[in-house]
C-alpha cells in the first residue's frame, strides 16, 4: 500500500520563504508530483520529480530523495495568491494513477 | 486546448436518493479517473479507465457506485443510494496513457 505524510497547516508571511514537506512509503516508486488546490476549484500541476534532486520552476522548486521517501515543495516571494492546498501524490510504478495525500493548507498573510 | 468538463457544478440530495455525474475528458485523452474529496482530506480515486476499459476500481464501495465510460469518451459516475458520508467533490481528471493528469473543477455533492 501507499502511506503518504505532509503537515495538515502552515502559515507563511507575503515576501516569504517556506517549505512544504512530503514523506511518502510506497511499494514503487514512479514519480512524485506536487499540485495546488484552491478553496472550490480543481488541484492544477506544480511540479514533477521521479529522480533526485531540484526542479526549479520560476518561484516554486521541488526536491526529492528517493532513498529517504522524502520530497518537498520550496515556495520563493510567497504571494497572497499562493494561499491554497499543496498535494503531494506518488505515483506507483507500473500505473498512471496518483495517490494523494491529505494536503496542506498554506496561509500567506500580509 | 479545452479542459476537463464536468456537471453538474452542485448537487444537494437527500440520503437514500440517487445521483449521476458527467464529464467530458480532454479530447484524445485515453485514460479517464474518478476522483472522491472528502473536506480536509487529498482526492481518493474510486476508479480508472484506459478507453472503454476498467484499469482500477479497488476503491470503489461497488454496492452503492458504479461508472461506465461509453464508447470511450465520455464518463458518468452514478451512487445509488447516497449516504451522508458521501457528501464530497467529486472530481474527474484525465490524461495520456502515462501522463499527467489534469483536473475537472468537480461536483460538490452534499447529501442531507
Known amino acids: ?110 | 486546448e479545452a479542459g476537463v468538463a464536468q456537471s453538474p457544478r452542485y448537487k444537494i440530495i437527500e440520503k437514500r436518493q440517487s445521483v449521476a455525474f458527467w464529464c467530458n475528458p480532454i479530447s484524445g485523452h485515453a485514460t479517464l479517473y474518478w476522483y472522491q474529496q472528502i473536506l480536509g482530506q487529498g482526492p481518493k480515486l474510486l476508479i480508472q479507465f484506459q478507453n472503454n476499459g476498467v484499469v482500477d476500481d479497488s476503491q470503489l464501495p461497488k454496492d452503492r457506485f458504479s461508472a461506465e465510460r461509453l464508447k470511450g469518451v465520455d464518463s458518468t459516475l452514478k451512487i445509488q443510494p447516497a449516504k451522508l458520508e458521501d457528501s464530497a467533490v467529486y472530481l474527474c481528471a484525465s490524461s495520456l496513457a502515462q501522463g499527467l493528469a489534469t483536473f475537472g473543477s468537480g461536483t460538490r455533492l452534499t447529501v442531507v
Open chain 1, 1 to 110: 500500500g501507499q502511506n503518504i505524510d505532509q503537515p495538515t497547516e502552515m502559515t507563511a508571511t507575503e515576501g516569504a520563504i517556506v517549505q512544504i514537506n512530503c514523506t511518502y512509503q510506497t511499494s514503487g516508486f514512479n514519480g512524485l508530483f506536487w499540485y495546488q488546490q484552491h478553496a472550490g476549484e480543481a488541484p492544477t500541476f506544480l511540479s514533477y520529480n521521479v529522480l533526485d534532486g531540484l526542479e526549479e520552476k520560476g518561484r516554486f522548486s521541488s526536491f526529492l530523495s528517493r532513498s529517504k521517501g522524502y520530497s518537498y515543495l520550496l515556495l520563493k516571494e510567497l504571494q497572497m495568491k499562493d494561499s491554497a492546498s499543496y498535494l503531494c501524490a506518488v505515483r506507483p510504478s507500473g500505473y498512471s494513477t496518483l495517490t494523494f495525500g491529505k494536503g496542506t493548507m498554506l496561509l500567506v498573510s500580509p
